[in-house]
Structure formats: C-alpha cells, structure tokens
C-alpha cells in the first residue's frame, strides 16, 4: 500500500503557484520523497526529490517539514500543460528500488 | 535523460488470442525493469520486476503464467499478454532505472494500450 495520503484533486490558475501537499507520516530515516506525474495517457514523469532539506530544479520546489511527515511541491507558474495527476512517493533513493503509486492530486490548470 | 520506448503505442485484439508489448531502453543499458498496469481512472499498479538474464519477479496476484516476461537483453524487455480477456485491456507501462550515474529516478516509456475484444 501506498504510505503517501494526497488531496484527490486541486485547481489552480494559469500563471499563479500551484502548491501540492502530501502527508507521509510514516516515513522511515532512510527514505526520500519523490514526486511524479502523469499527464493523461502518457507515461509518468520524474519531478522532483528530497531527503529532508528543500530542493529546487527547473521544474518545481519541493518543501519538507523538519518532522518530514509532510511535504509539498510548488510549481511557481503553473501553465495549462501542467494539468497531470501528480503521484507523491517516499521510498530509498536507489533507483532500481520499485516504485509504489498512491491515487495522487489530480491538478487541473485553469485559463 | 534516458528514453524509454514501447511498442505498439495501441493495440487491439481478439479474445484468446495473445499479445506481445516490447519494452526499449534507447540510450542506456536497462539492467532492470519494471512493468505497470493501469486501469481507467486508476494509479499505476506495479505487475513485476525483470532483471536481464533472470526470471522475473512477480507481484502477488499477478498471474506469472499468463503475464510472460522476457529480458534478454539490456536493451529490451517485452511483456506477452497470454489468451488474453477483455478484463486484461489496460494501459501498459515500462520503466527503468537508467544506466549509470542516474540511479535515483525511473524512466518511463510512454506506455501501450492494450484492447480486448
């Protein structure tokens, strides 16, 4: 079972921050949290990754609680194109460990 | 990054019959891969782990005998859908961890839809 808990949808406005949270309460030492997407009918997608401190690429932020119980993703200027079902995952940072997918926020972009 | 093919991207048969989805690392050495079912309006559900040149790895309730994995190479890894049913029309997906010095993500090909008729 997936150890993640993630609103089952969101909406947000072309051009402003679209903020994702995921609770993880359960999370062990070792593992990290990962965040993916799924835009319809297409393959998931790597987002982004972290231990413990906050984490940023070309693509999102990613904010974790010093607890690490929660954390959430920040896409700064969501466009239309970022409407996916976006899957929170904790596991070790191997990446050959498998990945377990939870139901996810399925975030909808609005003009 | 590492590309990850499928093919076919669509398929349709009849029932009883069986199908064959290749699985292709394009630009890195896949030792391992993964292979996901996805139902209508449902997340990815993993089936099983291949690693080449060994058996693969099944979840539990996922019928090894129906569900054919072959990784016979580091490159290819195809799923065989045995006397397939209707019930088993899904949306298909492959992933691998990459080759070397991208270890910490998984790539996914773009996945294939499998119809039973």
Same mark, same amino acid.
């Given at each position: 079972d997936a150890k993640t808990t993630q609103p089952t949808s969101m909406d947000c406005a072309e051009g402003r921050a679209a903020n994702l949270p995921?609770?993880?309460?359960t999370i062990s030492g070792n593992e990290y949290v990962y965040w993916y997407r799924q835009i319809h009918s297409q393959g998931p997608q790597y987002i982004i990754h972290g231990l413990k401190n906050n984490?940023?690429?070309e693509m999102a932020s990613l904010?974790?609680?010093?607890?690490r119980k929660s954390s959430t993703l920040i896409l700064p200027h969501a466009t239309l194109r970022d409407t996916?079902?976006?899957y929170c995952i904790v596991r070790p940072q191997g990446g050959s460990e498998k990945l377990v997918f939870g139901k996810g926020t399925k975030l909808t972009v609005n003009p | 990054?590492?590309?990850v093919s499928q093919h076919p991207s669509w398929v349709i048969c009849k029932s009883g019959t069986s199908v064959k989805i290749e699985c292709r690392s394009l630009d890195f050495q896949a030792t391992t891969m993964f292979w996901y079912r996805q139902f209508p309006k449902q997340s990815l559900m993993l089936m099983a $782990? +291949?690693?080449e040149g060994s058996k693969a790895t099944y979840e539990q309730g996922v019928e090894k005998d129906k569900f054919?994995?072959?990784h016979a190479s580091l490159t290819l890894s195809t799923l065989t859908v $045995? +006397?397939?049913?209707?019930?088993?029309?899904?949306f298909y997906i492959c992933s691998s961890p990459g080759g070397s010095g991208m270890s910490y993500e998984q790539y996914f090909g773009p996945g294939t839809r499998l119809t039973v008729t």
């Open positions: 995921c609770n993880h309460s984490e940023t690429n904010i974790i609680t010093e607890d996916a079902v976006y | 990054g590492a590309v $782990t +291949s690693n054919l994995i072959n $045995t +006397s397939a049913h209707p019930e088993d029309s899904s």
